[in-house]
C-alpha cells in the first residue's frame, strides 16, 4: 500500500507508454527486465538516489501500454536534479526530464511526460477506472509485420455478435474470481463497466473497462469470449461462470500479446484523496 507524501518529497506523475513484448511485467523483480525496473532505474541516475515507482496498473508478462500512468516521490533537495543548467522561457518544468529519459530509457518504453501531481494524487488509488484494448486479427495470412508484436492471430472465425450478447451479460459489480488467478489476500469484486467488441475487416478488438482489474482477468474475460466466438459455447455460458469461487478451467486466457492498457481515469483534483480512501477500503461480497 503507498503513502501519502511526506513533507520533504515531491509527488511526480509519469504518462507512460511501452512495448512490452520484451519485458517480463510492470512490477520491479529481481534478475528479471521489468518495465518499472527500467524506469527507476534512469530516475535513480538521473536524481542520484533510489525512487520507487507505483502504477494505477500492474500489467502482466508481454502486455503492453499506450496510457499507462505512474508517480514517483522524489526527496525534495534531489528535485534539482531534473532541471537543465540554463532553462527555456516558457518551458514545462519537467520537459528537460522527459528528454533526458528519453536518451537513457530503451526505445520499447518511453515517458511521455512528467507533471508535479496534485495533492491526494495516488496512480493506484485515485484511479476511477483503467481502460484496455485487445487486439486480433482474422486475417488468412496472420498479422501484418508493423503490428505482429501488438495483435494476436486467430486462426478460426468469429461470431462477433455471439461475443458482445455474453459480454453484456458481463457487466456490473460482480465477484469475477472464474476470471482471476488467485492473489491471497486479494478481492475478486470489480465493477466492469465496457467489455464490447468492434470489428473493423480482419481487425476485431475488444474494449475493456473497469473501476479495477484482478490478476489475468481482462485475458480471461477475452479468452472466455472468444470460446463463444467460435461456437464452442453459448452465449449464456459467460456468465454462469461468475458463480465460481475460483479460476475456471473450462476456458485458456487470450495471449499477452494482444493486449494494451490505453488509458486510466482520474475524478477533479479535489476529489483525489477521497476516491483514495474509498478505492482502499476491500470490497465484500455483501456489496454485491
Known sequence: MTSRPSDNVVRLRLDIAYDGTDFAGWATQREQRTVAGVIEEALSTVFRGPVVLRAAGRTDT??????QTAHVDVPDDALHHAYPRTA???EPEFLPLVRR????????????????????????????????????????????????????????????????????????????????????????????????????GNLVSAYVSADAFCWNMVR??????????????????????????????????????????????YPSDDELAARSLITRDVRSPDEI
Open 88 to 90: 527555456r522561457v516558457g
Open 101 to 200: 529519459l528519453g536518451r537513457l530509457l530503451p526505445e520499447d518504453v518511453r515517458v511521455r511526460d512528467i507533471v508535479r501531481a496534485p495533492a491526494g494524487f495516488d496512480a493506484r488509488f485515485s484511479a476511477l477506472r483503467r481502460h484496455y484494448v485487445y487486439r486480433l486479427s482474422l486475417a488468412p495470412y496472420g498479422v501484418d509485420p508493423q503490428q505482429a508484436r501488438f495483435v494476436t492471430p486467430w486462426p478460426r472465425p468469429l461470431d462477433v455478435a455471439a461475443m458482445n450478447q455474453a459480454a453484456s451479460e458481463l457487466l456490473g459489480l460482480r465477484d469475477f474470481a472464474a476470471f482471476c488467478r488467485h492473489r491471497p489476500g486479494a478481492t475478486t469484486i470489480r465493477e466492469l463497466q465496457r467489455l464490447h467488441w468492434e470489428r473493423d
Open 220 to 265: 480471461s474475460l477475452v479468452g472466455a469470449l472468444l470460446a463463444v466466438g467460435e461456437g464452442r459455447r453459448p452465449a449464456a455460458w459467460a456468465v454462469d461462470l461468475l458463480s465460481a469461487s475460483s479460476r475456471s478451467s473450462a476456458f485458456a486466457a487470450a495471449p499477452a500479446r494482444g493486449l494494451t492498457m490505453i488509458g486510466v481515469d
Open 62 to 67: 508481454g502486455v503492453h501500454a499506450t496510457g
